[in-house]
């Protein structure tokens, strides 16, 4: 058990304030001495004897060469054999930690080492990545502190004395980490060394002080120094040393901390004043960062009425109806001075003295409390009605009194008057919430200005009202999101009333991730009692200490463990943390039932580096002790952690390490894969009408030994069209999809990737995701549209001007809005003037000529072709395209006469002028010129409609 230490252990400062070396080192020797006298030590060893007299042994230390008669001062030796630890029993794990990192040169964790340069202290060569010199601020501290009491006790019988430092700070790689006995040793975080005592004779030589007892009186002086945990080694090759280690200088975090105290007569006056001074040292001191971004802090009481109806034992008997009281055996309800009761005369087997008819005694004298009165329960009341009292040193005031009472069981049965009601509130007081200003002053006062109630030792009421009015998020409690650990320490000394606390602090632990420390208080407590309190393991949890004065020596132990705290993320939940760098954030993912895996949801921000470490072994995982890692990325990351057979009812212990040199953000979720498959593909037809049911019924994944009833959602994200509006519906009981708006694949969008979750409707961590993607499937609902309705072509009447037969006049093309083959366009020549002349390409709408052609033997220079299109369904274009081709006559190798020329001329020239212009010339060729031109002329009034082909041909045809 640890005794009150110069120096409190673990800084709990906020991530955002961290605490520098120079700070702490100021922090920590600011209210202490600057040497630890032989004087001090005594009067520490004798707070000691008082806490733990059965296993205290109080041994007198004599340095070698000396006797009683020189000895000038006194000092004691600890109780500690080779090979064993001190504390007894205790690993070094569960004292001060585990190796979580390998410190390595350079790094900002080996920038926190400090170099200890007191004379007091002899140090081993710094060799092969070895740095004796090296260590923690608390541990050079520590050893500072036993550096001067070592020398001061020795000068006194005129001795030189240091202690020899062979081994501190080690460095290591972690791409190589050491092996052997040694691999996770602390001394590769500066947090562990190795010592012996050693005299500097006059003549210069050394000698080693390697004694049981010298290493028993060092080991003394160490614990009173500051040094947490110590191991007595001897490898069996005539290497003894004391192996010391202490809790990291910084934790890095914050808490919601939670005191309930005793406020029971039995703790005494005295005793509820240590308890104050408990609250009052953590709350002051460095362990705690108090403040409204640092630990919040509350603090309430138990006590209750000593009598009242409140059971006294519900595995015995029920409470009993207000206004009476429970008796203190559990035989019946009593009621209020005075009154009578109504009902049946109880009745006992006269054989066996066993209750046959419950009812009604007339008066019976009854104790006030268990054992007040050496354990009498029942005994009959004088004439006078009044009760005597077998020892003499106690009144009837003290623990009888008359009254009538029934027996329990008895239906019919009441009381002629009704005495006070008591509640449930009057079991407890609220001292200080979380809500409330968190400032050390303000809360120092409230706690200090509390009256001492005296009441009846009624915890299970105090537990459920921490639950119901402490750990509340409307009280101050912080939402998990925010990454708060939450602590309850619990003292109490163990004369529990009423039923059984159990129950209400496994509430605490398992719905609201309450850690709660058990601090049994006297000699009294029921290490079960304790045990049915506190969180696992019990080595942790479980604090005992027999003097209620020296309740502030736990101060330090609580501290480091509770900054141990993990926070509990049920599935389901989100965190936004910050981390320094080498830091750590704990958390342990738990749920009461589980599928085969669990779904990580992982972000590093924006200039952020970090690492998450995973673990079903390690309750604070690290690089050196997981199972899993997952290595931050500003993408966000979804990691499955599969259990293996057997594994799903443990909780999984996750941590997560800042990286680089600057304070990162992260963001964290969890979920259970509840869904069979993360992902699934859906497919409906763009023709489906609204409300149609799509895609079927989720496959669900097993979940051992129970039986989910799944209620379904759908994210928002992902399920909108175009103009915002939701697509797709859930049906909450069944998970299928419907269509909530139709969708046309050839729209904006007719892919959807939507988040369906679903949560049991009973156990709320039984909950998790699968992303949906949605298509929507092609139907064939339209035609092909041409992008023109009308062409044109060219071409000369011979093959030997720039075309030929085969080649390409022009490309008339069609698309079609569908998707996939129902889009391919095919084309066919429908009809033509002069069929055979040209032809269509099918796949490609290339329009070729397909023959020579004689512009003498045309009955027009115009041909006009008729295109279609149809899609691949035989689908046809609604209006085909027109191709109009041109064909040019060549000039003859004989001009033609004067007058059809002359005539011709003008009249085309005429007709050039435009569309209308050409009708008339064409009429006046037709007078002046020859038939030719007459008919010519009605071509170009015909094809008029064209103003500039129609002069064209009016300058042709005159001619």
């Known amino acids: 058990m640890a005794v009150m230490r110069l120096l409190l252990l673990c800084v709990l400062a906020a991530v955002v304030h961290r605490v520098s070396p120079s700070t702490l080192r100021q922090r920590l020797t600011s209210d202490v001495h600057a040497v630890l006298t032989a004087a001090d030590l005594e009067v ?211 808490l919601d901390l939670a005191f309930l105290l005793d406020a029971s007569g039995s703790v005494s006056a005295d005793g509820f004043q240590a ?24 603090v309430a009481t138990f006590h209750g009425p000593r009598t009242s109806h409140f059971s006294g034992n519900r595995t015995l008997a029920p409470d009993c109806l207000p206004g009476t009281i429970w008796e203190a055996h559990g035989q019946g309800c009593i009621c209020d001075f005075g009154a009578t009761c109504n009902g049946p005369h109880q009745e006992f087997d006269q054989d066996t003295n066993e209750l046959i008819t419950p009812g009604c005694v007339a008066f019976a004298c009854n104790e006030v409390t268990v054992g007040a009165c050496a354990d009498i329960t029942v005994i009959e009341p004088n004439g006078d009605r009044s009760c005597e009292v077998p020892d003499d040193g106690l009144t009837p005031e003290d623990c009888l009194f008359p009254a009538a009472f029934y027996s329990h069981g008895c239906e019919t049965c009441s009381c002629s008057e009704s005495g006070v009601i008591f509640t449930e509130d009057d079991a407890t007081d609220i001292l200080y919430e979380f809500r409330m200003p968190q400032d050390r002053a303000i809360i120092d006062d409230s706690i200090e200005r509390y009256v ?150 992982y972000t590093d921000a924006v200039n952020s580096s970090t690492s998450a470490y995973l673990s079903l072994l390690h309750p604070n995982p690290s690089p050196i002790s997981h199972e899993e890692t997952i290595n931050g990325d500003t993408n966000t990351l979804f990691f499955r952690f599969h259990y293996n057979d057997g594994q799903t009812s443990q909780p999984v212990f996750l941590s997560v390490m800042g990286q680089g040199d600057h304070v990162s953000q992260y963001r964290l979720g969890v979920y259970q894969e509840v869904f069979d498959a993360p992902h699934e593909q859906i497919g409906f037809s763009e023709d489906s009408p609204v409300n149609r049911l799509i895609g079927g019924l989720p496959t669900m994944a097993p979940v051992p030994g129970y039986t989910p009833d799944y209620q379904y959602t759908l994210d928002d994200e992902g399920n909108v069209d175009a103009n915002g509006n939701p697509v797709f519906g859930i049906v909450p009981a069944t998970g299928e ?83 996939g083959g129902s889009a391919a366009v095919f084309y066919e020549l429908q009809a033509a003037t002069q069929p055979g002349t040209f032809a269509v390409e099918r796949d490609t709408g290339k329009v070729v000529q397909a023959s020579a052609v004689d512009f003498e033997s045309l009955s027009s220079p115009f041909i006009l072709l008729v295109i279609t299109a149809e899609d691949a369904d035989g689908v046809q274009a609604q209006t085909p395209a027109v191709v109009n081709i041109t064909v040019n006559a060549v000039e003859p190798t004989t001009p033609p ?27 006046t060729g037709s007078t002046n010129g020859t038939t030719t031109g007459s008919t010519s002329g009605t071509t170009g009034s015909t094809s008029g409609t064209t103003g500039s082909t129609s002069g064209t041909t009016g300058s042709t045809n005159g001619t």
Not at 454 to 462: F, I, N, P, V, Y
Not at 491 to 520: C, K, N
Not at 530 to 544: G, N, Q, Y
Not at 565 to 575: C, E, I, Q
Request: hydrophobic share 35%; net charge negative.
């Open 897 to 923: 006469t004067t007058t059809g020329s002359s005539t011709g001329g003008t009249s085309g020239t005429t007709g050039s002028t435009s569309g209308t212009t050409g009708s008339t010339s064409g009429t």
């Open 44 to 254: 520490a060893a004798e707070q000691r004897a008082a806490e733990a007299p059965s296993t205290r042994v109080r041994r007198e230390y004599m340095p070698e060469g000396t006797s009683a008669l020189d000895r000038a001062r006194r000092a004691f030796l600890l109780d500690i054999e080779f090979g064993e630890s001190y504390p007894k029993g205790v690993s070094q794990d569960m004292v001060v930690g585990e190796l979580r990192n390998f410190v390595q040169v350079n790094s900002p964790q080996y920038g926190q080492l400090v170099t200890n340069d007191n004379p007091g202290l002899q140090f081993g060569p710094t060799l092969g990545g070895s740095f004796p010199r090296l260590t923690t601020l608390r541990l050079s501290l520590a050893l500072e502190k036993m550096a001067d009491a070592v020398r001061l006790f020795f000068t006194g019988h005129g001795v030189d004395m240091h202690i020899y430092v062979s081994r501190a700070f080690m460095s290591a790689d972690p791409d190589s980490p050491p092996t052997g006995p040694d691999s996770n040793s602390l001394l590769y975080a500066g947090r562990e060394a190795r010592i012996w005592m050693r005299q500097v004779k006059s003549d210069g030589s050394l000698q080693s002080y390697r004694r049981l007892t010298d290493f028993q009186y060092l080991a003394e002086v160490a614990w009173q120094s500051g040094i947490d945990w110590m191991f007595l080694e001897d490898d069996g090759t005539g290497s003894q040393y004391l192996r010391v280690s202490v809790t990291p200088d910084g934790c890095g975090g914050s």
């Open 737 to 819: 999809l419907f269509l909530r708006r139709k969708v046309d694949f050839e729209g904006p969008t007719n892919v959807f990737n939507v988040t369906r979750r679903a949560t049991d409707s009973t156990v709320a961590c039984l909950t998790g995701f699968q992303t949906v993607t949605v298509r929507a499937l092609d139907v064939n609902d339209n035609f092909p549209v041409f992008e023109q309705t009308y062409y044109e072509g060219f071409i000369n009447e011979t093959q030997r001007l720039r075309r030929d037969v085969g080649d390409v006049v022009v490309t008339v093309k069609a698309t079609d809005a569908d998707a």
């Open 275 to 298: 308890e104050l001074a408990f609250v009052r040292q953590a709350t002051s001191a460095i362990n705690f960062d108090v403040g409204p971004n640092g630990t919040h802090v509350a």
């Open 452 to 601: 001492y109630p005296e009441g009846a030792t009624m915890l299970t009421l105090g537990l459920k009202h921490v639950r119901e009015k402490i750990f509340t998020l409307e009280n101050g409690m912080r939402p998990t999101r925010q990454g708060i650990p939450r602590v309850l320490v619990v003292l109490t000394d163990g004369f529990q009333v009423g039923f059984p606390a159990g129950p209400e602090a496994q509430r605490l632990r398992d719905e609201l991730g309450v850690r709660i420390f058990a601090i049994g208080v006297g000699d009294k407590v029921a290490e079960s009692e304790l045990r049915d309190l506190a969180s696992p393991p019990f080595e942790t949890h479980v604090l005992r200490i027999d003097d209620p004065a020296a309740l502030p020596t736990l101060v330090d132990r609580v501290a480091y463990a509770a900054c141990e705290t993990p926070v509990v993320l049920n599935p389901g939940d989100h965190t936004d943390d910050p981390v320094d760098p080498g830091a750590f954030r704990y958390y342990v993912i738990k749920c009461e039932h589980t599928t085969s895996s669990l779904v990580l949801e």
